[in-house]
Structures are given as structure tokens and as C-alpha cells.
């Protein structure tokens, strides 16, 4: 995969960048714009771009580094929480076509809120058919 990307070019050391952490396949440093001090980016050097494109054992291997980072990134700023996440395409906010895991320092003091959760589905019927849809994908 030869594919350039932005995060490509912050691996290659082209675009300058406070590194966190680096290993033979993946990657972090410091997002550009953080929600919160210490808001760090784990991305496999392989320019996959999204949770589709990626292989299992290279997936794997980002979330090793997540898990080894997420408690020393919290220690590092001395947060109260992380928030995890990954975003899918547009849809689901995702600018860089590079699949990349934020890693969020939360404190009790930055009133974030969450997203709003809708109704509940209420009747049986409707949170069947979408379980059976999603499972027939299985
Ligand atoms: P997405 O919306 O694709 O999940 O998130 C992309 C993230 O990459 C954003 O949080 C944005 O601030 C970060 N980002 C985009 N360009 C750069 C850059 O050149 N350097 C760094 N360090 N972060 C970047």
C-alpha cells in the first residue's frame, strides 16, 4: 500500500509533530487541534483507511498500542477519564481518510457532553428486526 497520506507524511518526520510513541507498525503522536491536553492519534503505519480496510492482526496491533498508551497518556496530563473512539467515514466525522484511534483526556472540570441518546425502541418488534438484520451480516 503506497498511499499518502497526511498521517504518512507525519510518520516519514515531513510534517512536524510531537511524537508519543512508535513501534515496527504503529504510531503516535499529539492531534494538531486536541479536545482536551494530551489528545494523541495511534494509527497503523500502513495508510488503511478505516476500520473495514484493516486487517484483523494489524487492527490488533493498534489497540495493543492504545491500551499501552490510554493509562499513561490519563497519568501524563493527569486526566480523570479517556474517551476512546474512532470515526468511519464522513458520516461519522471522519476528515482524515488514514484510520486513526483518538485517544480523549477527560477531566470532571470540561462539561463535554455526550451524544443524546434517542428513544428507546420501545416495542420488542423493532429491536428484534434490527438485531436479526444485524446478525444475518454476521
Ligand atoms: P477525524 O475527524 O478524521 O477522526 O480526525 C482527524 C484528526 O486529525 C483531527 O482531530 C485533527 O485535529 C487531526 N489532524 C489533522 N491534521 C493533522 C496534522 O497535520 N497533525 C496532527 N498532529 N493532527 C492532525
Same mark, same amino acid.
Given at each position: 500500500?503506497?498511499?499518502?497520506? #497526511?498521517?504518512? %507524511?507525519?510518520?516519514?518526520? &515531513?510534517? =512536524?509533530?510531537? %511524537? #508519543? @510513541? *512508535?513501534? /515496527?507498525?504503529?504510531?503516535?503522536?499529539? &492531534?494538531?487541534? =486536541?479536545?482536551? =491536553? $494530551?489528545?494523541?492519534?495511534? +494509527?497503523?503505519? *500502513?495508510?488503511?483507511?478505516?476500520? @473495514?480496510?484493516?486487517?484483523?492482526?494489524?487492527? !490488533? %496491533?493498534?489497540?495493543? !498500542? +492504545?491500551?499501552?498508551?490510554?493509562?499513561?497518556?490519563? &497519568? $501524563?496530563?493527569?486526566?480523570? $477519564? #479517556?474517551?476512546? $473512539? #474512532?470515526?468511519?467515514? =464522513?458520516?461519522?466525522?471522519? *476528515? +482524515?481518510?488514514?484510520?486513526?484511534?483518538?485517544?480523549?483526556?477527560?477531566?470532571?472540570?470540561?462539561?463535554?457532553?455526550?451524544?443524546?441518546?434517542?428513544?428507546?425502541?420501545? &416495542?420488542?418488534?423493532?429491536?428484534?428486526?434490527?438485531? *436479526?438484520?444485524?446478525?444475518? /451480516?454476521?
Amino acid at each position: 500500500m503506497s498511499k499518502q497520506t #497526511i498521517f504518512t %507524511k507525519i510518520i516519514a518526520g &515531513d510534517i =512536524p509533530h510531537h %511524537k #508519543i @510513541y *512508535e513501534d /515496527e507498525s504503529t504510531f503516535a503522536f499529539l &492531534d494538531a487541534e =486536541p479536545v482536551n =491536553p $494530551g489528545h494523541t492519534l495511534v +494509527v497503523p503505519k *500502513e495508510p488503511y483507511q478505516n476500520i @473495514y480496510e484493516i486487517p484483523q492482526d494489524d487492527f !490488533t %496491533k493498534v489497540m495493543e !498500542t +492504545v491500551h499501552r498508551l490510554a493509562p499513561k497518556i490519563k &497519568d $501524563g496530563v493527569s486526566a480523570d $477519564g #479517556i474517551n476512546i $473512539g #474512532i470515526n468511519n467515514e =464522513p458520516a461519522a466525522g471522519q *476528515e +482524515v481518510m488514514h484510520l486513526h484511534v483518538h485517544i480523549m483526556p477527560r477531566f470532571d472540570s470540561d462539561s463535554f457532553s455526550h451524544w443524546q441518546g434517542q428513544d428507546d425502541y420501545h &416495542d420488542d418488534v423493532r429491536g428484534k428486526e434490527i438485531a *436479526e438484520n444485524i446478525r444475518e /451480516e454476521l
